[in-house]
Structure formats: C-alpha cells, structure tokens
C-alpha cells in the first residue's frame, strides 16, 4: 500500500493520498488550504489517479480543496451529515473570535458543496481505488467527526485515517461549537483503545503513530 502525506495551509492538516501501489488509482482524504498544486505533484511523481475525496470532519483546514479537487474530475466527496453545514459556513464550526481571525487571515476561502457530496455513516464500507474503507462515526471534536479504518493486508497494519480524533501525545479540542467532551472520551474508547496495538493512526495534524504508542504514553488516553 502506498500512503502518502502532505501537511496543508497555516495549521498543517494532512491531506493523504491512499493507494494500493503507485501507478493506479487513489483516493484523497482531508484536502486542505492551498493544497492543489501540491496534491498535483505528488499524484504526477506517484501516477496515480484520484478516484474519490474522504473527508474526516468539515473543520475549513481540513476540506479547504475539496470541491476544487473533486470537481474538476467529477470525483464523489464523503462526509457525514453531521458535518455537512461547514462546507458552506466554517465560521458555525468555530468560536467567534477565532472566526474573525480566521476571516482577516485566510479571506473567504472556497467555501461551497463539492458537485457530488455523499454523505456516511457508521458501520459503511466504502470500496475506492482497489481498497475497502470502513466509517466509523467518532463525533466529540465534531458533531460528523468520523474514522475511515482499513484492514491489515498484504504485509501491512491496519490503519486508520483519524482526523482530529487523536494525534500523537494528545487529541482533538472540544471547545469549539458542536464539540462534546462526554462524545470524545466515548469516541476514544471505542476508536482507538478497543483496537490492536499495531493499529497504525494517521491523524490530521502531527506524525503518524500507533495505537499501542498512545496507549501507552498519551495522558488524555490514559486517564479514560
């Protein structure tokens, strides 16, 4: 399997590109801020073709070159419903104050539905570009916060794409609107802990890391 990452805009969100081998077909997952010329070279270096756009959760670092991304190659998106507001209104998924900074820094940004949206749900399988992901809904960082999990195979771990569910040494805030603390520590359990050692997490800012390394040394998971 071929997985590859690029940290996008001022906050660095990684938008990966997932593949079973270079020279096929990918599929996209949290395309951010600016991330088109560069999601373009690594698709070129790799020959790869994107086949679809995952999205982990609707936060504007995270979705930022969706539509542009997804439309111009009439690609689905994948969201869950929940989270399907932000696409238009990013501004409802922060405070207002960080709103306002957001606005002065950014501009108004792209924020508009992709041409072929596809909401998700916990419990789907989505089967893109050879590979077959499973939705797991984690809301707590937000409301349609989701995992994408795929299977162990062919000489590598399972893994999952995890947004701002956990990151290494640490997780996602819940402060901002439609953040639940109760949700996130559920999500936790459920997501992460309930699963195997070797678990790899790709999360949505920060290195990739394991299941057992968090385990292990994250404070926040080690006092669920």
Avoid at 38 to 53: Q, S, Y
Wanted: a negative charge; charged letters at 15%; glycine letters at 12%.
């Amino acid at each position: 399997m071929l997985i590859t990452a690029l940290a996008t805009g001022p906050l660095a969100a990684n938008c990966y590109m997932v593949a079973p081998a270079p020279g096929g077909d990918c599929v996209l997952v949290d395309p951010g801020q600016d991330a088109v010329e560069r999601v373009d070279k690594v698709l070129a270096e790799h020959g790869l073709t994107p086949t679809a756009v995952l999205l982990t959760h609707g936060h504007f670092d995270h979705v930022w070159s969706a539509a542009e991304l997804a439309d111009r190659a009439g690609l689905p998106v994948h969201l869950h419903a929940a989270d399907r507001r932000l696409l238009t209104e990013p501004g409802a998924g922060v405070d207002p104050g960080f709103a306002a900074q957001l606005s002065a820094l950014l501009g108004p940004g792209p924020f508009r539905e992709p041409e072929h949206l596809v909401e998700v749900g916990s419990g789907d399988t989505l089967t893109l570009a050879g590979l077959e992901f499973t939705v797991e809904h984690t809301p707590g960082h937000t409301p349609g916060s989701v995992v994408y999990r795929l299977a162990a195979g062919d000489g590598h771990p399972s893994a999952m794409l995890a947004g701002d569910l956990v990151f290494a040494g640490s997780i996602g805030r819940t402060d901002f609107p439609g953040g639940d603390p109760a949700a996130m520590d559920a999500s936790l359990a459920s997501a992460v802990l309930a699963r195997g050692d070797d678990t790899q997490i790709l999360p949505g800012h920060g290195p990739a890391t394991t299941v057992g390394r968090e385990r292990a040394a994250n404070p926040y998971l080690r006092a669920l």
